[in-house]
C-alpha cells in the first residue's frame, strides 16, 4: 500500500467548523467596514468618477438630477458602499480559501488558487472593460436618440442602479474562462463537445451582448467577440490541464479522504 503523500486534517468537530466560520465571516464584514471607512470622506469624488462617461454625453447646459431629498447623500454613501464590497473581494476569498482548504486534495489546491487569483482579475477586467468601452457607447448612444425638445437629465440614483448592474453583468461575463476550465477540470463536460458547441457558444455570446447593449451592431460585437474569445482561453488551459494530467503521475494517489464531519 503506497505511503500517502498528504496527510489528512484531524477531524473537527461541528462546533468547531461553526466556530470557524463565524471567524472568518467576522474578518469579512470587518475587511469591509474598513475599506468602507477610508472610502467615505470621497464619496462625492467617487460619484463624480463614474458618472463622468455619462456626463461627458449630457447636452451643453444640462446636469444630472436628484429627485430624492436624501438622494444627494445617499447614492455616494450607496456607491462607496459597493467600492468597498468590491475592493475587498480578496480578502473576503483569502477567508474563504482558509475555511475550505483544509478540506481539500493537494492536486485541488495546486488548482484552486490560481483559480480564485483569476477569478478575481478577470472580475475587475470586466467592470474596467464596461467603465473605459462599453459606457462611452451606451451613454453616446442614448444622447443621440434623445427626441427633440426633451431635456437630457438623468436621476443619480437610477443611473447609479443602471451602472452597478452592468458592472455585475460584465464582471460575471468575464468570469467565462475559469467556468470553462471548471467544467472540462471536474469532467463535467469534455473539450471535444464544447468545441462541438462552439457555433451556440458564439450565438449565445451575441444574445447576451445584444441584451446587455445598445441595438446597435458594433456595441453588440464589442461585448460578444470578448466574450468569445475568453471562451476559447478556457478551452485553452482546460485543454493543457487534461494533457498534463494525462502524462504525469497521480500525486495524490495514497492521498486519504479529506476531513470530514462526524
Given at each position: 500500500m503506497s505511503e500517502s503523500k498528504a496527510e489528512p486534517d484531524a477531524e473537527m468537530p461541528l462546533v468547531a467548523h461553526l466556530t470557524e466560520l463565524r471567524s472568518r465571516l467576522l474578518r469579512c464584514v470587518i475587511a469591509i467596514f474598513i475599506v468602507f471607512a477610508g472610502l467615505f470622506y470621497f464619496a462625492q469624488d467617487i460619484y463624480t468618477i463614474v458618472s463622468a462617461p455619462l456626463r461627458a454625453y449630457l447636452p451643453e447646459g444640462a446636469t444630472m438630477i436628484a429627485t430624492g431629498v436624501a438622494s444627494p447623500f445617499l447614492t455616494p454613501f450607496k456607491l462607496t458602499a459597493w467600492c468597498a464590497l468590491f475592493l475587498a473581494i480578496p480578502i473576503i476569498l483569502h477567508q474563504v480559501w482558509g475555511f475550505i482548504a483544509p478540506g481539500l486534495y493537494k492536486h485541488e489546491k495546486r488548482i484552486a488558487m490560481p483559480l480564485l487569483v483569476s477569478s478575481i482579475l478577470l472580475f475587475y477586467g470586466g467592470m474596467a472593460f464596461a467603465y473605459f468601452l462599453v459606457f462611452p457607447l451606451i451613454f453616446h448612444f442614448f444622447?443621440?436618440?434623445t427626441p427633440e425638445g426633451v431635456a437630457m437629465m438623468t436621476d443619480i440614483n437610477e443611473?447609479?442602479?443602471?451602472?452597478?448592474?452592468?458592472?455585475?453583468?460584465?464582471?460575471?461575463?468575464?468570469?467565462i474562462p475559469v467556468a470553462t476550465f471548471l467544467v472540462i477540470w471536474v469532467g463535467v463536460v469534455d473539450i471535444a463537445t464544447l468545441k462541438k458547441s462552439r457555433p451556440y457558444v458564439i450565438v449565445g455570446c451575441f444574445v447576451v451582448g445584444m441584451i446587455l447593449t445598445p441595438p446597435?451592431?458594433?456595441?453588440?460585437?464589442?461585448?460578444a467577440v470578448p466574450m468569445w474569445m475568453l471562451f476559447e482561453v478556457g478551452l485553452l488551459f482546460g485543454g493543457l490541464v487534461r494533457k498534463r494530467s494525462e502524462h504525469e503521475p497521480d500525486d495524490d494517489?495514497?492521498?486519504?479522504?479529506?476531513?470530514?464531519l462526524p
Open positions: 444622447a443621440s436618440v443611473y447609479l442602479d443602471f451602472v452597478l448592474t452592468l458592472f455585475f453583468a460584465f464582471g460575471v461575463a468575464f468570469e446597435d451592431i458594433f456595441s453588440q460585437t464589442l461585448l494517489a495514497g492521498d486519504q479522504p479529506p476531513a470530514t
